[in-house]
């Protein structure tokens, strides 16, 4: 198949504006709490903390196509305070099917776990499905991967310090194999590289 100059062109054009969020336009497009229906956490409460990890988890449970995502994380908030008696929903934030990067948790409040780490310095970040069962998609990852040089670059994180949950407990397969295998081969840690040299030479 020949393309035309023209139609090369734009789909050049496309593929480069699909790129072209800056980092801080990355934290603009981030859906703040209430914009989903959700409800400040109590700062008396909060633990405080400063960032000096990025780390991925997955929600563990299928994530129907369909779901609402607003809803989903409405009904996150209100188990996570009223059966797990939490702060507020556990991570920081939380991607969806098309990659959208919805707010949880305040990023200065450290976050909760099931498990035997302790999260405090941890920007936690959820992406929804059981990727035991299934895989994720593209939209999925390159969400990861603008968050994560995002947070990288705000709060000066080494690339080292970019993994997930099971790296710091042994009681969980979280962030589920078919994720996990983007992080053990050192994907997100090379796409956040490139991110930031990027950012850093102003040719996104
Ligand atoms: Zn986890």
């Given at each position: 198949m020949t393309i035309r100059p023209a139609l090369a062109f734009s789909l050049l054009l496309a593929a480069t504006t699909a790129f072209a969020q800056t980092l801080p336009e990355v934290e603009r497009s981030i859906v703040p709490v209430a914009a989903w229906g959700g409800t400040p956490a109590d700062p008396a409460q909060a633990h405080r903390q400063a960032i000096t990890h990025i780390t991925l988890h997955h929600q563990g449970e299928p994530f129907r196509p369909g779901t609402d995502p607003r809803q989903y994380l409405r009904n996150l908030q209100t188990w996570s305070r009223n059966?797990?008696?939490?702060?507020?929903?556990?991570?920081?934030y939380i991607i969806d099917l098309d990659g959208n990067i919805y707010e949880g948790r305040k990023i200065d409040f450290a976050g909760d776990t099931n498990?035997?780490?302790?999260?405090?310095g941890h920007a936690l970040i959820e992406v929804v499905g059981n990727f035991e069962e299934v895989e994720p998609n593209q939209q999925q990852l390159d969400a990861v991967v603008r968050l994560m040089a995002m947070l990288a670059h705000k709060y000066?994180?080494?690339?080292?310090?970019?993994?997930?949950?099971r790296d710091f407990s042994t009681q969980t397969v979280c962030p589920g194999a078919n994720l996990y295998r983007y992080v053990q081969d050192g994907y997100f840690r090379h796409k956040v590289a490139l991110r930031l040299a990027q950012e850093q030479a102003g040719t996104r």
């Open positions: 059966t797990k008696h939490w702060l507020d929903i556990p991570y920081h498990t035997e780490y302790d999260p405090t000066d994180v080494p690339l080292d310090h970019i993994a997930s949950h």
